[in-house]
């Protein structure tokens, strides 16, 4: 069992924290057609371009992220290991993994007859084209013959490289190992058991150590604890491993330098059973927060053959943690129970914690951080990707794009649709206004601090007018336009290790008299994630900050005319008329208003409004002014031009009337009326005048007066 058990290693995800509902996944026919690819595969390494790594033998190949050959890699696509082969390929098991620079790690058995049968193993690092790194340990390659079984590859942080699997020991039981090689190769002698060989320097160590449960035992996994960072986690840099023990769950945790954790387990090993007629083996580990260890793998018959998959999830002193699953375990219930793969486990970039096993029906099954069946993914948590003969069962790997690559550790590979975290949309200040500094926040969260960035894209409506709206003014401000000015989708990134990001609304602070107002945000759908429909749709609500002004009626209007009409008075005609003329033309007009201030306490705005349009369309527009008088004793009733008050040359306002068409035009009086309010001056003269060349050939501006059936002069006062 540990020798078919080795070729099941599953790549692993340190400490990401598994959201509760995920949605489930489906084979990704742009990956070769069908999602399935045959291929020789025993282990795979995806790059971050999508590019996919193989081992098989003694060849290293490498595919596009569709499945086809790279022919930019090595020779045609592929290279020969430097390694001696075995008689059976699966008795040449190699493991892949990449470093962050792209440079490639194998590690593979390497076989020698002489002087007596015996396997080694060859840790080799490539350049992205598939050339030898010869900054490796001289030549590219180290050898040794204290691993014989390769189990997988981590890389440090550091650019160490870790080496996991089993030894073949002539006279005692195997052992589990695990060797450790600096980033250029050579042995790190600073990892490991004390070295004794005759004088050696003091201090120094073998760069590898060796693990026994007491029985034939073998490493087939590890994961190195990263959360948080040294400071804050006393386990970081610390290792877990775990494999095959005498027929038992194997794990034991190893600080940075290789001693054992003494903390985990009382001597940083352990032991678990199932079933105590099964044969057992640990094939994947997972870290998750606080130094929980969770472990997959699989029990097996010896007689019959039945299966079943199991997984663990021990404290950080090692101990079966309770509050996972049922009483810290969770079966799987292979629907296939005979002739299946080994059990293998990921988590994944999205927060899945995902599980394969059944080799000939080809399923995955999801569970949730805490041990729970997610029953939203697939068929009450299990997904069937095919029928017999679609293998699956065997590695798992994570890529880009929120996917997952299965390899069934021998003849194929696959690629699967991971729709990634489960986002949610909440808000906690739900109501924003006008008033400068109070805004609104939505939260939309993933849950899990993930390594990458996930781009979620929402909807707005809502009555409140958006940015990039069509028509009229925006009522608010915010957001990022996901397609165009025009289009009502917007996006916000969570970023890399972070489980939320923000939107903020802020209300724009007009001065219109509005309603509250509403904004809708509603999730839409997306391959990088899937939504959380209870938590879908948040409403915020926009409160307006204006008082409705008080609407002043003029107490008198009437305008003068010189020439002829100069004794005239024009008090109850209406409209109001507007002209620029010579004074001796007869033609010069200018109109005259009065409000009362006296209901009127305090001025934070005042807009005069005035109804009205030229009187032909000899040109297109004039410019109307409104100035003052200081004089209020004159009366609509006996107004003219020869007895008009004297006028202010400063304009307070000004307007452009344009066309035959009567509309409304505001003058903004602010500061006016309310320098004349704070004076106590509660009567205002307002005078309409146009001193735009006007020829007699040239319309006049006409505007209702108070006379009028409506549309009449007013003051709106605020």
Not at 222 to 248: C, E, F, H, L, M
Request: proline share 5%; glycine share 10%.
């Amino acid at each position: 069992m540990p020798q078919s058990q080795n070729a099941d290693a599953v790549r692993t995800i340190e400490a990401l924290e598994p959201r509760r509902l995920f949605a489930a996944g489906q084979l990704d026919t742009s990956f070769s057609g069908d999602g399935l690819l045959d291929t020789d595969v025993i282990d795979a390494a995806v790059q971050a371009d999508g590019k996919i790594l193989t081992v098989y033998a003694r060849n290293l190949t490498r595919l596009n992220a569709n499945g086809s050959i790279d022919t930019t890699f090595g020779t045609g696509g592929s290279l020969k290991l430097p390694v001696t082969p075995t008689i059976w390929a699966s008795h040449n098991p190699g493991v892949v993994a990449l470093q962050p620079d792209g440079k490639i790690v194998v590690a593979a058995v390497d076989y020698s007859e002489l002087p007596v049968p015996i396997n080694g193993l060859r840790v080799m690092r490539f350049l992205p084209n598939g050339k030898l790194d010869t900054s490796f340990d001289g030549d590219g390659v180290f050898s040794t013959d204290q691993v014989t079984q390769p189990g997988q590859v981590l890389i440090q942080r550091d650019g160490k490289i870790v080496v996991i699997g089993g030894t073949e020991n002539v006279f005692s039981n195997d052992d589990v190992s695990i060797l450790r090689l600096t980033a250029s190769g050579n042995r790190d002698v600073t990892f490991g058991t004390p070295s004794v060989a005759p004088g050696a320097t003091p201090g120094l160590r073998t760069g590898i150590r060796y693990v026994g449960f007491g029985g034939e035992d073998s490493g087939y996994a590890g994961a190195i604890d990263y959360q948080g960072t040294a400071t804050t986690n006393p386990r970081y840099g610390y290792i877990s491993v775990v494999g095959y023990a005498g027929g038992k769950f194997g794990v034991a945790r190893l600080k940075a330098n290789g001693d054992m954790d003494n903390s985990f387990s009382d001597d940083g090993r352990l032991t678990q059973t199932f079933n105590s007629t099964y044969i057992a083996a640990a094939v994947s580990v997972v870290l998750q927060p606080g130094g929980k260890v969770v472990v997959a793998g699989k029990q097996q018959h010896p007689s019959n053959g039945n299966q079943t998959a199991n997984v663990v999830r021990y404290t950080s002193a090692g101990v079966v943690d309770t509050t996972f699953g049922s009483a810290g375990f969770r079966p799987i219930a292979l629907r296939t129970t005979t002739d299946s793969s080994e059990v293998s486990m990921v988590q994944t970039f999205g927060g899945k914690l995902m599980l394969s096993g059944d080799f000939n029906n080809a399923d995955l099954y999801a569970i949730t951080k805490d041990g729970q069946i997610d029953t939203s993914f697939g068929n009450a948590g299990a997904a069937q990707l095919g029928t017999a003969d679609t293998f699956v069962g065997g590695r798992l790997y994570n890529a880009p794009g929120n996917k997952l690559i299965f390899s069934d550790g021998f003849a194929r590979l696959g690629r699967v649709l991971d729709l990634g975290p489960t986002v949610e949309l909440s808000t906690i200040d739900s109501v924003a206004s006008e008033t400068a500094g109070n805004s609104a926040t939505v939260f939309v969260t993933r849950g899990e601090r993930l390594p990458v960035a996930t781009r979620v894209y929402f909807n707005v409506s809502g009555t409140a007018s958006r940015p990039q709206s069509r028509t009229g003014p925006i009522d608010y401000a915010g957001l990022t336009p996901n397609i165009g000015p025009l289009d009502n989708r917007y996006y916000v990134d969570i970023p890399a290790n972070e489980t939320f990001a923000l939107v903020t609304i802020t209300p724009v602070n007009d001065t219109l008299v509005e309603p509250s107002e509403t904004v809708i945000f509603t999730l839409a759908a997306d391959n990088a994630y899937s939504n959380n429909a209870a938590k879908s749709s948040v409403m915020l609500r926009i409160d307006d900050n204006d008082v409705a002004p008080r609407s002043l009626s003029a107490t008198a209007d009437t305008y003068v005319q010189s020439g002829g009409q100069s004794g005239t008075n024009f008090g109850a005609t209406t409209p109001l008329q507007v002209k620029n003329a010579p004074p001796a033309s007869g033609l010069y007009r200018e109109a005259y208003l009065k409000f009362d201030l006296s209901s009127v306490s305090t001025v934070s705005a005042a807009r005069l409004r005035l109804f009205g349009s030229l009187n032909n369309t000899n040109v297109p527009s004039l410019l109307a002014q409104v100035c003052s008088s200081s004089s209020t004793s004159w009366t609509e009733g006996s107004l003219n031009y020869n007895n008009r008050p004297a006028v202010s040359s400063t304009v307070l306002a000004s307007a452009t009337i344009v066309g035959t068409t009567s509309a409304w035009y505001e003058f903004d009086l602010t500061n006016f009326i309310r320098a004349e309010k704070l004076a106590g001056r509660n009567i205002v003269t307002l005078v309409l005048r146009n001193i735009s060349p006007n020829p007699a050939t040239d319309p006049y501006i006409r505007f209702n007066s108070r006379e009028a059936g409506s549309n009449k002069p007013e003051l709106l006062v605020s």
